[in-house]
C-alpha cells in the first residue's frame, strides 16, 4: 500500500481470551485527503469514525447550516474496498 501524506499507519497488539494477537490497523486523519474533522479507524472488520463535534469549519454552501466535518464526497475505507460519505453539520 503506497503511503498517502496524512495518513498513519499502526500495527498494534490487542490482548483477547487471554492471548496477544496482531491487530492491523489503519487510521486517515485529515490531511491531503480533502476529508475535514474526520478519523477513520479499521480494526480488523470494524471501522471507526471519530468527529470532534467542538470543531466548526463555516457556513454550507447553502448558508443555512455550519459544517462540523466532511469527507467532502465518497473515500475509501482504508485498505479496503468500501467507501464512506460523511457530513455533519447544525443549523443556524
Known amino acids: ?3 498517502v501524506p496524512g495518513s498513519l499507519i499502526v500495527f498494534p497488539f490487542i ?3 487471554g492471548r496477544w494477537f ?8 485529515k490531511g491531503e485527503d ?5 478519523e477513520m479507524t479499521v480494526t480488523g472488520n470494524l471501522l471507526t469514525i471519530k468527529v470532534d463535534l467542538s470543531k466548526e469549519f463555516g457556513p454550507s454552501s447553502s ?3 455550519i459544517i462540523i466535518a466532511s469527507t467532502e464526497g465518497n ?5 479496503r474496498q468500501e467507501k464512506v460519505g460523511l ?3 447544525r443549523t443556524k
Open 22 to 29: 496482531l491487530s492491523k490497523e489503519l487510521t486517515m486523519r
Open 87 to 89: 457530513n455533519v453539520y
Open 15 to 17: 490482548w483477547v481470551d
Open 63 to 65: 448558508k443555512k447550516s
Open 1 to 3: 500500500m503506497p503511503h
Open 34 to 38: 480533502g476529508m475535514k474533522n474526520v
Open 75 to 79: 473515500v475509501s475505507v482504508p485498505d
